[in-house]
């Protein structure tokens, strides 16, 4: 069974730090996606990543995927009030083609102003 | 910016009834899914489809539930005989031709049993 494992859970910090969210497993997955969620929101897709060692920017979010393709980070640079929501990562555990998303279990970030 | 459509937002149903929640996903995309989340806990997958047929589902899908594209435009999630740990938000999302690199989620429907 394909696990994800996001790391902390819950995170509260000030405005202007930076702060680094993990995504783990034991099991290899062809592509990794990153996802905010707000409540009573669906999730809105912010990366997806391919490549292993594959690093993307989106302005103060970089996004990396290990280098065997089993782990995944989200690093926000300077957070602000607005980044605050639920952050989830999700492999995509097809067999078959069929492109399901399996996903963690989330980390939540509040930033104080 | 193309958005998958989700109705109703928020239903109520007596337990033992069927309900019918509806998705119009977006409209040049091919691979189009089911996904629910029980409150406070992880997104799971129900369904994929693709080319008129399920592609793969979860255990979770048993033969409570089933799925539809009737039109070529809506798709459909029924569950014949509610029961109150199907009380969930459902998310329809949908995928273009590259599958699991580039899905959109809909805003969810609320489902509660009562």
């Known amino acids: 069974t394909q696990l994800l494992e996001q790391s902390p859970q819950f995170l509260s910090i000030q405005e202007g730090e930076n702060l680094t969210v993990y995504c783990n497993s034991s099991?290899?997955?062809?592509?990794l996606q990153w996802y905010r969620q707000e409540p009573g929101e669906g999730p809105v897709l912010l990366v997806t990543?391919?490549?292993?060692?594959e690093v993307k920017k989106l302005k103060r979010l970089t996004f990396q995927f290990g280098d065997a393709r089993k782990d995944s980070s989200l690093h926000i640079t300077a957070a602000q009030p607005g980044d605050t929501g639920l952050y989830l990562c999700?492999?995509?555990?097809?067999?078959?083609?069929?492109?399901?998303?399996?996903f963690g279990s989330g980390t939540r970030l509040l930033v104080r102003p | 910016e193309p958005e998958v459509t989700q109705t109703p937002s928020h239903q109520v149903t007596q337990m033992g009834q069927e309900v019918i929640l509806r998705c119009v996903p977006i409209?040049?995309?091919?691979?189009f899914y089911w996904y629910r989340q029980i409150l406070g806990q992880k997104v799971e997958f129900l369904v994929s489809?693709?080319?008129?047929?399920?592609?793969?589902k979860s255990e979770i899908f048993d033969d409570q539930f089933s799925v539809e594209r009737p039109d070529g435009s809506n798709f459909t999630l029924k569950i014949r005989s509610t029961k109150l740990e199907d009380s969930a938000m459902y998310f329809c999302?949908?995928?273009?031709?590259?599958?699991?690199?580039?899905?959109?989620f809909g805003s969810g429907t609320r489902l509660t049993v009562v």
């Open positions: 999302a949908s995928s273009d031709a590259q599958g699991a690199y580039y899905y959109t």
């Open positions: 099991s290899v997955f062809s592509s």
């Open positions: 990543v391919v490549t292993g060692g």
């Open positions: 489809f693709y080319n008129n047929e399920i592609s793969e």
């Open positions: 409209s040049n995309h091919l691979y």
């Open positions: 999700a492999g995509d555990g097809s067999k078959d083609s069929s492109y399901k998303l399996i």
